[in-house]
């Protein structure tokens, strides 16, 4: 069974630019998640879907961050304008949502430079 | 969530047991404790979670103080493999079947020494 695939695995973009990141979680999985580790700092929470819907946001810096999830299959995060801030490593993660407990599944990261 | 407190860093010979202290003292009776862990240039992984009783898997066992203000995730023979940050994490189970959002702390560096 695949993992949790994410692409790119690197981005160097200039300030000012727009990045899209992309994220398909473990085939069946209705729960998305996306994290990120900035410099120096803990990985944090950024949203959570269930299949299409966004069941949590509180993590989502400001409006310059957009997730979607069309049709419940893979999601992006969208990132416009890009800020030097934004450096960091960009995590997915999926989970069942089926199961008593639900583990999650995450992806091998996508590091994103601002420069 | 309520917070844990773990060392930042530990070292550990190949071969040996590991045990990787966590402290939770404010933590509630709907919490779960759970551990994930980030082999370099990876993303986090699951490690084994627990309630009350001591758990095992095939990756770790978990101690729970009978207070459940600590636990201790335990490697029986640590590997070279087993050189990561582990996370040590607490989260309400009941209130979304398991699937809420996981917080991170800093977690702890273990080291293993060949």
């Known amino acids: 069974e695949a993992g949790v695939t994410q692409f790119p695995s690197h981005s160097v973009i200039e300030k000012g630019q727009t990045v899209t990141l992309r994220c398909d979680p473990i085939s069946g999985h209705d729960n998305l998640y996306w994290y990120r580790r900035v410099m120096g700092k803990e990985i944090k929470f950024l949203l959570h879907f269930v299949k299409e819907s966004k069941q949590d946001e509180s993590g989502m810096p400001n409006n310059r961050f957009l997730a979607e999830r069309t049709g419940g299959t893979y999601s992006t995060l969208k990132v416009q304008p890009a800020e030097l801030e934004d450096s960091g490593v960009y995590f997915c993660?999926?989970?069942?949502?089926?199961?008593?407990?639900?583990?999650?599944?995450f992806g091998p990261g996508t590091r994103l430079t601002v420069l | 969530d309520a917070k844990t407190t773990q060392p930042n860093s530990m070292e550990s010979n190949e071969e040996e047991p590991v045990h990787l202290p966590c402290n939770h003292s404010t933590i509630s009776g709907t919490d779960y404790i759970h551990w994930y862990r980030q082999l370099p240039s990876q993303g986090p992984e699951y490690v084994i979670h627990?309630?009350?009783s001591n758990v095992n898997n095939r990756m770790a066992s978990l101690a729970i103080a009978e207070d459940r203000k600590s636990s201790t995730l335990i490697l029986h023979r640590a590997t070279l493999r087993d050189a990561a940050v582990y996370y040590c994490?607490?989260?309400?189970?009941?209130?979304?079947?398991?699937?809420?959002?996981?917080?991170f702390g800093t977690g702890t560096r273990l080291t293993i020494i060949p």
């Open positions: 994490i607490l989260r309400v189970f009941i209130s979304n079947f398991g699937n809420e959002k996981l917080t």
């Open positions: 993660a999926s989970s069942n949502g089926q199961a008593l407990y639900n583990e999650q599944f």
């Open positions: 627990g309630l009350t």
